[in-house]
């Protein structure tokens, strides 16, 4: 499995600028994890005030959902939590790693898919798994897609997502500020 760190002075380094940090939450379909992911993602940030400085987006390696809303299931789910999922799914694009500061793919398949579509190692750099920021949960070291799952699926996704995407947010805000 490909395991990497953000690189803290490059964060440092983007919000320094007075543009904002981009955080690009990829898998396959663009209709549960990754939309799941930014929905968590994009309350965190509000919540800690930091929503002029970082935005949030999410894709799918594989197009075929093109213009979805996210699986109900997930929508359902997510709702429970207060999150409101309402991204239409995309695919991601070879200027994706042109306009994102950090790419966050859920899974190893996420991973390769998206090392093979970046068109340099400096953009292969950016790509990171989200499980590299799960602490709470000792049996998964990425996010597993709840598709074909029950009930209890999605609410491991989002169990997952929540715990790692406030990891994710602490070292991305540790490094903006250091």
């Not at 939309?35 to 999410?58: N, T």
């Not at 789910?77 to 799914?89: C, I, K, N």
């Not at 994710?168 to 540790?174: K, M, N, P």
Request: glycine share 10%.
């Amino acid at each position: 499995m490909l395991m990497k760190f953000v690189n803290l002075r490059k964060v440092k380094a983007t919000m320094n600028r007075e543009k904002r940090y981009k955080v690009l939450m990829v898998c396959l379909g663009n209709i549960c994890r990754s939309p799941a992911a930014q929905g968590v993602l994009e309350r965190l940030i509000a919540a800690r005030g930091l929503s002029d400085k970082i935005e949030v987006d999410s894709a799918g390696t594989y197009g075929g959902h093109s213009g979805q809303l996210p699986d109900s299931r997930m929508r359902n789910h997510a709702g429970r939590r207060g999150y409101t999922l309402t991204h239409r799914a995309r695919q991601v694009k070879a200027w994706d790693f042109d306009d994102f500061d950090l790419i966050v793919g859920m899974d190893d398949g996420n991973i390769r898919d998206l090392q093979r579509l970046a068109p340099s190692a400096a953009a292969r750099g950016k790509v990171v798994m989200m499980g590299r920021y799960i602490r709470n949960n000792r049996y998964y070291d990425y996010v597993p897609d709840p598709y074909y799952e029950g009930s209890e699926g999605f609410e491991l996704v989002l169990d997952l997502l929540e715990d790692a995407c406030a990891n994710l947010l602490d070292e991305i805000e540790g490094g903006m500020w250091q």
